[in-house]
């Protein structure tokens, strides 16, 4: 399953960009996030997917859920958009 990782300096229309080429192949991505910045470029991109997508006739949606990601060792909690078409 591809995960699309987002940092607080992420730019939003790449990263949606990603989203929708994802979305187009394989019908499901999920979006990772650690930190309020990084939340927030997500939720940007997202929104911006949104609109890509809707170009086409998709109508997508997110599912946020928490998930422990384990980096260099220690473990962090970090926010995961599921994302898939309606």
């Keep these: 399953m591809d ?6 300096n992420s730019r939003t229309a790449a990263v949606a960009g990603a989203i929708a ?3 187009r192949e394989m019908k499901h991505v999920d979006v990772q996030a650690i930190g309020a910045g990084a939340v927030n470029q997500a939720v ?5 997917a949104r609109g890509y997508m ?3 006739g998709v109508d997508i949606i997110c599912m946020p859920e928490f ?3 384990e980096i260099e060792g220690k473990v962090r909690t970090a926010i ?3 994302v898939e078409p309606r």
């Design 80 to 82: 995961k958009f599921a």
């Design 44 to 48: 940007k991109a997202l929104v911006l």
């Design 3 to 8: 995960i699309i990782k987002v940092k607080a």
């Design 21 to 23: 080429g994802v979305l």
């Design 67 to 69: 998930v422990d990601v």
């Design 54 to 56: 809707a170009e086409e």
